[in-house]
C-alpha cells in the first residue's frame, strides 16, 4: 500500500532532480512517525534512515524505513556515512542548531546533498496545511504566534515554534556548507501546480516573503 501526504513527494522530485545523480542513501533528520522517511524511501527507491528523539513510528512507515532514536547533534553514524541528508521542521526545535548541522556535514559524502526546510520566521500566518489539524487548533496556534511576536518572544529560543527567516537561515547553512539555494518557490510551484501563477506573483510582490508559511534550502557539502 503506497503511502502519500503530496508534499514530501514534491520535495523527493525536487531533490532528484539537483542531487548527484547515483545517490543510495538518505538520512531524515527529526523524522517524527516516520511517514516523510518512508515517502522519500517509496520515491526515490533507496535505504532510507530516519532518526528522532521519540520512537513512536507509525508501522507504516517501519515497514518502508530504517527508524531509530537518535540525537541530531550527536549522530551515531561514520563520517560519509550518506548521499542525502534532509530535515524538515526539526532545526527550530534542536537547541544547539549548529552543531546539527556540522553533524549534517559530517556525515555527507564529498558530494552529498543535504535538503533542509523550517517555518518562515517572517510568515503572516502559518499552519495552513497542516492536516491533522481542525481548523480551531491552526487559529490557536496562530494566536500564540502572533502573540510571542507582539511581546518579542516569537524566536526558536523562547520555545516559540517560530523557525527562522529566509536570510537567517541562509547565514546559518553558509556558515557549514559551501553551497546554498534557496528552493521555496520551486518547492510551492512543485505542490500547487494548478496556482503557479499565483504563486510566482507572490513571490515577486513584497509581500512574498511574508506569505509562504515554510522555506526550504538545498546545496552541496
Known sequence: ?????????????????????????IL?????SGLEAAILAQEMLVDVVGIDLQSNFDPRAVSRADL????ATCLDFEDQSFDI???????EHIPDYRLALAEMRRVLTDIGTYCIGTPNRLRLLGYIGSKNATLWQKIQWNIT???????????????????????ELHTELARVFTEVEEITLPYYIEV???HERVIQ????????????????????K
Not at 531509530?68 to 540525537?71: A, E, L, Q, T
Not at 541528508?85 to 532545526?91: E, F, G, K, P, T
Open 192 to 194: 500547487y501546480r494548478d
Open 145 to 167: 504566534d502572533w502573540y510571542a511576536r507582539i511581546r518579542g518572544k516569537f524566536r526558536n529560543e523562547f520555545g516559540a515554534h517560530a523557525g527562522f527567516s529566509s536570510s
Open 1 to 25: 500500500m503506497l503511502i502519500g501526504d503530496g508534499k514530501t513527494e514534491a520535495i523527493a522530485r525536487i531533490i532528484m532532480g539537483k542531487a548527484t545523480p547515483g545517490f543510495r542513501r
Open 28 to 32: 531524515v533528520i527529526g523524522c517524527g
Open 68 to 71: 531509530r532514536k537518535g540525537d
Open 85 to 91: 541528508v534532509y530535515s524538515y521542521h526539526a532545526l
Open 201 to 220: 506573483l507572490i513571490n515577486r510582490s513584497s509581500l512574498g516573503r511574508f506569505l509562504f508559511p515554510s522555506i526550504y534550502f538545498m546545496g552541496k
